[in-house]
């Protein structure tokens, strides 16, 4: 498979390291990449208006006009696939990266090994991007990709599934999980949450990037936080 991938950065020196130690993963790992480059926020957002087609996007925070934290909010508007990993010289932005779903920081100086290792992430995760799940509801057939899963919750007998469509069908909430992958958390014996999709967590509550509110169970406040630390 192909994948096109864009690095965003200021620094042309880090931005030519970057690149040069993608095309060794690529190589070595046997994938075919087009990589563009860009030097600012803007620049990238101007081409991606004409080519929104970017697996890949490895995307430093610190930069001009724009920072990439400003950056990844505008894209997430419209692209929900894309796999974003921030490349920051500073700890302090690890926190935003909730709201856009970030798949990884990477620290600078980027270590080759642990950038392979992330790309090979981001990898597995469009490939699970492509996964449907199908649910017989309503007298007909419904396909919902598993990315586009915020949380299931239930209710009585039934299950519903809310992606871009809710969908309500009849079934165990521990049925619907052996379906789904380690980017879904159980929440008590209630609902399902895509930990991607989590924006924050406080003692009482999960809060989704939609602004979704998902009461947390006494004591499940450290499970939900690590999990979220070992998917990233």
């Known amino acids: 498979m192909k994948y096109k991938i864009a ?10 390291f970057v690149l040069n130690m993608v095309r060794a993963w690529a190589s070595s790992a046997g994938h075919t990449v087009h990589i ?13 208006a004409e080519e929104s087609d970017y697996d ?18 505008e894209l997430r508007k419209s692209n929900d696939t894309v796999q974003i990993i921030f490349i920051t010289g500073y700890s302090d932005y ?12 990477l620290m600078k100086p980027v270590k080759e090994e642990k950038l392979r290792s992330v790309l090979d992430r ?5 490939t699970k991007n492509e996964r449907v799940l199908h649910f017989e509801a309503g007298g007909e057939m419904v396909r919902v990709p598993i990315y586009q899963i915020r949380y299931a919750d239930v209710l009585g007998n039934y299950v519903t599934v ?4 809710d969908v ?10 052996k379906q789904l992958d380690e980017c879904f958390y159980r929440v008590g014996r209630s609902a399902l949450v895509n930990l991607t999709q989590i924006s924050r967590v406080t003692k009482t509550e999960i809060r989704l990037s ?8 006494r004591g499940a406040y450290e499970g939900v936080n690590r999990a979220i630390i070992n998917m990233r």
């Open 7 to 16: 690095i965003c950065d200021d620094s042309g020196t880090d931005r030519q």
């Open 36 to 48: 563009d480059d860009f030097p600012s926020a803007e620049s990238f957002l101007f081409r991606y």
């Open 56 to 73: 890949i996007l490895l995307l430093d925070i610190e930069m001009g006009a724009m920072d990439g934290v400003t950056m990844a909010k």
């Open 94 to 105: 690890i926190s935003e990266g909730y709201e856009v779903a970030a798949l990884h920081y």
């Open 122 to 126: 981001a990898v597995e995760k469009i």
């Open 162 to 165: 809310h992606a871009r469509t």
């Open 168 to 177: 309500t069908v009849k079934m165990t909430l521990g049925e619907l999980e």
């Open 210 to 217: 939609d602004g979704t509110a998902i009461p947390l169970p």
